[in-house]
């Protein structure tokens, strides 16, 4: 039987078998495609199936690869409505695998990933999963994470100006040449942090394609997953994030023509408003909040890079996604500094005082 590298199946099965998991045969494991972050394997015996997630072997960016956030959200949302995968168990200190590795149950349905996985689906299809997808957004945002015993997982105080120095610092760490652009669009950043923001369990990497779908169902998410960059946050970051993950340009930093920048999809102004109406939240400051979107890809784009320069290619293409880099500075630069007079008349409202852009 194949070993990967970063799995080691004799240490899995045994520490499977230590944390009260009842092999039914041998265990097996087999790579999971798709993803540029942490490595996901399927492990399974004769009758059950689990997720393993650990980091990369080799050229990590710093806090991008946080199993035990990981496996502290996905534990306390079990027994909300946003759908994730059961707990299984969590090895923080690295000692199964050569780093921290998270177990999950393993959750059977359909995951769309590129432009060819929606071929399959009716423009009612992609319509009934832009809605699933709003509403799974929304209700994340509505937990209340004292109550799920989070209250200690972030601090949503200071948490955006805090994502600017974050992402700026990483930017440092990754960089695989000087970009002057960076600096002018992290001081743009820095000088319109809001004043104040609400706070809510964020997701961090929230799209189509880190969600399992029902078999059959494209309406209906059967779990949310990649939870590692999740914390206690401003809402309205995951809602930038998922609107800026539409431009075609992401093709280039997941190195396939993803799903989620297909134009069958709604536009990001529309996927925003619809999440306004779903949720019953304001998006104020929203050209901020869509800059520091576009600064996040692109420091992510340029770590895919990096790590694959360091021998931890995530696939075909990891070490071009940072052809990207300068598309999403240049969009950040736009979106902090034109489209606030560009958007001026647009604002979304409706006769029966839904929420509105406050452009």
């Known amino acids: 039987?194949?070993?990967?590298?970063?799995?080691?199946?004799?240490?899995?099965?045994?520490?499977?078998?230590?944390?009260?998991?009842?092999?039914?045969?041998?265990?097996?494991?087999?790579?999971?495609?798709?993803?540029?972050s942490n490595l996901t394997f399927k492990a399974f015996d004769d009758v059950s199936a689990w997720v393993v997630r650990r980091p990369p072997t080799s050229g990590l960016t710093p806090s991008a690869h946080d199993m035990a956030?990981?496996?502290?959200?996905?534990?306390?949302?079990?027994?909300?409505?946003?759908?994730?995968?059961?707990?299984?168990?969590?090895?923080?200190?690295?000692?199964?695998?050569?780093?921290?590795?998270?177990?999950?149950?393993?959750?059977?349905?359909?995951?769309?990933?590129?432009?060819?996985?929606?071929?399959a689906l009716?423009?009612?299809?992609?319509?009934?999963?832009?809605?699933?997808?709003?509403?799974?957004?929304?209700?994340?945002?509505?937990?209340?994470?004292?109550?799920?015993?989070?209250s200690g997982f972030g601090r949503p105080e200071g948490f955006v100006r805090r994502q600017v120095a974050t992402w700026a610092r990483q930017w440092g760490s990754v960089q695989t040449r000087d970009l002057p652009d960076v600096e002018r669009l992290r001081d743009a950043l820095d000088a319109a942090v809001p004043a104040s923001s609400e706070s809510s369990i964020v997701h961090g990497d929230f799209r189509v394609d880190n969600t399992i779908l029902a078999d059959g169902d494209p309406g209906t998410v059967a779990a949310v997953v990649d939870w590692e960059m999740s914390t206690l946050g401003d809402p309205l970051t995951d809602v930038a994030l998922m609107c800026v993950y539409r431009q075609p340009i992401f093709d280039v930093v997941l190195g396939v023509n993803a799903a989620w920048t297909s134009d069958r999809y709604p536009s990001a102004d529309s996927i925003a408003e619809r999440y306004a109406r779903e949720s019953g939240r304001d998006l104020p400051n929203w050209d901020f909040y869509l800059a520091l979107a576009n600064f996040k890809l692109a420091v992510i784009g340029e770590g895919i890079t990096h790590r694959a320069i360091a021998g931890a290619s995530s696939g075909p293409g990891a070490e071009l996604a940072a052809e990207a880099t300068q598309e999403f500075i240049a969009a950040g630069l736009d979106a902090i500094g034109t489209r606030s007079r560009r958007f001026a008349s647009t604002s979304y409202e409706t006769a029966g005082g839904a929420p509105s852009y406050d452009r």
């Open 122 to 150: 009716s423009d009612s299809d992609i319509e009934a999963n832009t809605s699933e997808l709003v509403q799974v957004l929304a209700r994340l945002h509505a937990v209340d994470y004292d109550a799920v015993g989070l």
């Open 1 to 36: 039987m194949r070993e990967f590298e970063g799995m080691n199946t004799p240490a899995l099965e045994k520490f499977l078998r230590d944390n009260g998991v009842d092999l039914q045969g041998d265990l097996r494991v087999e790579l999971i495609s798709g993803g540029r």
């Open 69 to 119: 956030r990981e496996w502290a959200v996905t534990s306390a949302l079990g027994g909300t409505d946003v759908p994730v995968a059961r707990a299984v168990a969590f090895d923080p200190e690295g000692l199964v695998l050569g780093a921290p590795t998270t177990v999950v149950e393993y959750v059977g349905g359909t995951v769309i990933r590129t432009q060819d996985d929606l071929l």
